[in-house]
């Protein structure tokens, strides 16, 4: 299992827990091996190599499958855990988190039967190919069959994940996959409370919109050399570490991945884009590389050493790219750049208020890529609404299309004009990642409150933006979040950083303050 001498030469609270150590450490290696094929993916592997690479991705992924609930190692847990309650006294808290994160990936796991559990990855990978196919019929009867596998597949992994952790629904269960403290939270709750307020916002929104002249369109040669070279720049302000990461294009879907030596961020850039689009692919991946570079570095190879989920990934990319990032404040800091590198001086469309106002437009659009940030909360009501209903068994796949036209009737006022305008946009349904959706919505708050204690902390915050001081923001998340590793769940953190649970009211003030206010 492992060398015994050289793991005894490290002291251990409890006999085995070394032991569990090596393994978990070995399982972390395959998590990096597999993100890293995933971006060669991405990059550079050419088109020939996708099925073999798919193969390959699945099964490093069965081996992790297979490698952690091997009875070797749920024996070895529970021997070491039931040490742990009987002598607390000889465990630290990192230590005891440490098993505490253990023992979640493994209950996780070991959930599933081996056959669901090798389904669910070749579903997540045949999905997307899927998810091509139905775009381009943009027929939703010639893909139900498929999405219904899919759906009937989803419920019993929910079904027995509900078993496994004691949640209320099937759909709940599906929740803590991407943070471990949102199992109980009352999502449509939090959604009750933003629905009318968001409502009456946007309408004054569009109002006022309607009554100010649009802003000009960004014109300029936007060559793709030229975009990364602003892209490249930035991303150093904030701190970020090309030694151990590196910033490239992708022709598919902006990402991070990779480990904290070894980060690899991607983002769309286009020779006739505006620099805007990718700038906002940066931001929102370099938030998530600059996390994944900052984690404890002690811990690095441990569950407790790694992100909190998806829950505070989104949190960080929406602080810095969509809160942040769209600042009058951070505006006049790009501008001035941007001209330079674009050489266009005395380019009236690249003057930081006409910038700030491109990125505060409101687009009511049935398709979420296309939204601005206050109506991506409308699309992902709908979606969740949805999806919810197929998990929990009240809602027949067939009757989704109907049911995705009700639902934007109420939500967004208007029709999809076609199936690709409609469910067709969301591939999540061919994948198999359900409950993601919602992550979204409950991110955008807790970026929100994060930015409120950040400023209540440093009054000379937007200043600091302004001169691109950029570090200032960074040494906060640092002490405050990325060092903390997984010792406490992304809800129990935002408690302890803000004072209060999950609130809709600091959303609401800075959606108001954005689209209402003058204020800067």
Not at 99 to 128: F, T
Not at 129 to 157: M, P
Not at 315 to 333: M, N, Y
Request: charged content about 25%; overall charge neutral; glycine content about 8%.
């Amino acid at each position: 299992m492992t060398d015994k001498t050289s793991l005894k030469t490290v002291s251990e609270p409890a006999e085995g827990y070394n032991d569990l150590k090596y393994y978990f450490a070995n399982l972390n290696t395959l998590f990096s091996i597999r993100s890293t094929l995933a971006v060669d993916m991405m990059t550079v592997m050419p088109g020939g190599g996708l099925t073999k690479r798919i193969h390959d991705i699945s099964a490093i992924t069965k081996r992790i499958y297979a490698e952690t609930t091997t009875p070797a190692v749920t024996n070895l847990l529970e021997k070491v855990e039931n040490s742990a309650a009987s002598a607390p006294g000889g465990w630290d808290a990192w230590d005891l988190a440490n098993l505490k994160e253990m023992r979640r990936i493994h209950s996780h796991l070991s959930a599933l039967p081996p056959d669901l559990y090798i389904a669910s990855v070749q579903v997540a990978n045949e999905g997307r190919k899927r998810h091509a196919q139905a775009v381009e019929s943009g027929n939703w009867s010639d893909s139900a069959s498929y999405v219904q596998q899919v759906v009937d597949l989803t419920r019993k992994t929910a079904d027995l994940k509900q078993k496994k952790f004691g949640t209320d629904t099937a759909y709940r269960a599906l929740l803590i996959g991407y943070a471990n403290d949102i199992g109980n939270l009352d999502i449509d709750a939090l959604y009750g409370k933003l629905l009318t307020p968001l409502r009456t916002l946007k309408d004054k929104a569009l109002a006022k919109q309607k009554n100010q002249p649009a802003p000009l369109p960004l014109e300029g040669n936007f060559a793709r050399g030229d975009q990364m070279w602003l892209n490249k720049t930035v991303l150093e302000m904030m701190g970020f570490d090309f030694k151990r990461g590196s910033l490239q294009v992708s022709g598919l879907s902006p990402m991070c991945a990779g480990s904290p030596d070894d980060v690899r961020i991607l983002v769309r850039c286009g020779q006739d884009d505006s620099f805007l689009d990718s700038l906002e692919d940066t931001l929102y991946q370099g938030a998530r590389g600059l996390y994944l570079q900052n984690l404890p570095g002690d811990w690095k190879s441990q569950p407790v050493g790694q992100d909190m989920g998806t829950l505070m990934m989104n949190a960080l990319s929406l602080l810095h790219e969509t809160i942040i990032g769209r600042t009058p404040q951070f505006f006049d800091f790009i501008a001035v750049r941007a001209e330079g590198v674009f050489r266009q001086f005395r380019n009236k469309s690249f003057e930081p208020e006409n910038l700030y106002q491109l990125k505060k437009i409101i687009n009511p659009t049935s398709l979420r890529n296309e939204a601005d940030e206050l109506t991506k909360i409308f699309h992902d009501m709908l979606r969740y609404r949805i999806e919810k209903d197929l998990i929990n068994g009240t809602l027949a796949v067939k009757d989704v299309p109907d049911r995705w036209i009700a639902e934007s009737k109420d939500l967004l006022g208007a029709e999809p004009r076609t199936k690709g305008e409609g469910p067709l946009q969301n591939p999540d349904w061919f994948t198999g990642r359900f409950g993601f959706i919602p992550t979204n919505t409950l991110s955008h708050m807790i970026a929100a409150q994060l930015h409120d204690k950040l400023f209540a902390e440093d009054s000379h915050m937007s200043d600091h933006i302004r001169d691109g001081q950029f570090d200032q923001i960074g040494n906060w998340l640092k002490t405050h979040i990325y060092g903390k590793g997984r010792t406490a769940g992304t809800l129990g953190l935002v408690q302890q950083l803000t004072g209060s649970g999950l609130s809709e009211q600091p959303l609401l003030s800075h959606l108001e303050r954005r689209y209402l206010s003058d204020k800067r």
